[in-house]
């Protein structure tokens, strides 16, 4: 199974400031006759369920607003919310989607 | 699109829960099906996906043996039966939806309590 590893665990960000999550697998999940990286972002609020973000690792998913952005390749991934907002206090985890089984970080939890 | 999920359960150890998955807004069988859960506080463990044009199944290894994916394309809906269950089963069980098997989740359900307790 690939392992995904995220840091930090915990991040407190000032409104307004960026944050930064990073995710890094134990595998390569860059599929290169397609070009991509197998690679996803979630938000989590406490009691929803998970709500994509990210996808091909750098894809914004439609309505997710433009502060959230991210990039990486390979093994090594990184989130970024360029200015923090209230409603993005939330946990996010970093999905491999390369091979079954589908493996998650353990979650970053971002708060103010 | 929406997958709606059925509600809370509370189940005794070594029984057999099924979880439903109603989805609508989409053409049902041309998309996958996964099944992840989330215990309490914890990240999120895959269990398996469907296919529900071809019933095609697949499992992540921990649940193999453990599990039934199942669909019924005429109400589109899914399903996903967990037996002999222990207190570690304990979780919210969650379907999604995704455009292949090895694929990212566009769309996921609201999730059912799963409670393992005598």
């Known amino acids: 199974d690939i392992v995904v590893t995220q840091s930090p665990v915990s991040l407190a960000v000032a409104l307004g400031e960026r944050a930064t999550i990073n995710c890094k697998s134990s595998e390569s999940v860059f599929y290169r006759p397609y070009n991509k990286n197998y690679l996803g972002w979630y938000q989590q609020r406490p009691g929803q369920p998970p709500k994509l973000l990210i996808y091909w690792a750098s894809t914004r998913e439609s309505g997710v607003p433009d502060r959230f952005s991210a990039s990486g390749s390979g093994t090594d991934f990184t989130l970024t919310i360029s200015s923090l907002q209230a409603e993005d206090v939330a946990v996010y985890y970093c999905?491999?989607?390369?091979?079954?089984?589908?493996?998650f970080g353990q979650g970053t939890r971002l708060d103010i | 699109v929406q997958l709606v999920q059925s509600g809370a359960e509370v189940i005794e150890p070594g029984a057999s829960v099924k979880v439903s998955c109603r989805t609508s807004g989409y053409t049902f069988d041309t998309y996958w099906i996964h099944w992840a859960r989330q215990a309490p506080g914890d990240s999120l463990e895959y269990i398996g996906y469907?296919?529900?044009?071809?019933?095609?199944?697949k499992f992540g290894q921990k649940f193999q043996g453990r599990v039934a994916l199942t669909s019924d394309t005429s109400i589109s809906t899914a399903y996903m039966e967990l037996s002999n269950l222990k207190s570690d089963d304990t979780s919210v069980y969650y379907c999604?939806?995704?455009?292949?098997?090895?694929?990212?989740?566009?769309?996921w359900g609201q999730g059912t309590l799963v409670t393992v307790s005598s």
């Open positions: 999604a939806r995704a455009d292949g098997d090895e694929y990212y989740f566009d769309s």
């Open positions: 999905q491999q989607y390369f091979s079954i089984p589908i493996t």
């Open positions: 469907i296919y529900p044009k071809s019933g095609d199944t």
